[in-house]
């Protein structure tokens, strides 16, 4: 699958990145994620219907705040997800809305870890 975007009100959800236009590297580092192939990582996860993570951005800067990551096991996920410190508002409403997604678009049932 590919990655979807997800308005989540305040917060805008798309796919992490590491490119010329916007480098989610140094946000994650923050998080105490420093593997430079965790962007990659993610984005293969995505074409393999693996896992699905969504990094949780300010929408005015696209700064990423939090990550969501949504784990299938069908007919069932688990969803899991960090903040940067100060963010865990971001957080909550994003796994919030990464729930509805897969309730309503995968036909998953939801437990959060």
């Given at each position: 699958m590919d990655p979807i975007e997800i308005n989540?009100?305040?917060w805008y959800l798309r796919?992490?990145?590491?490119?010329?236009?916007?480098?989610?590297?140094?946000a994650l580092a923050d998080g105490g994620?420093?593997?430079p192939e965790?962007?990659?990582?993610?984005s293969a996860q995505w074409r393999e219907n693996s896992?699905?993570?969504?990094?949780v951005c300010q929408p005015?800067?696209?700064?990423?705040?939090?990550?969501v990551?949504?784990?299938p096991h069908a007919p069932t996920?688990?969803?899991d997800g960090w903040a940067r410190t100060g963010h865990d508002d971001a957080l909550t409403t994003a796994c919030a809305a990464v729930a509805r997604f897969a309730e309503g678009a995968l036909d998953l049932s939801v437990t959060q870890q």
């Open positions: 989540a009100g305040a796919a992490l990145r590491a490119d010329e236009r916007v480098d989610d590297r140094p994620i420093t593997d965790y962007v990659g990582q993610r896992v699905y993570s969504w990094a005015n800067t696209g700064e990423l705040l939090a990550e990551v949504l784990t996920a688990t969803l």
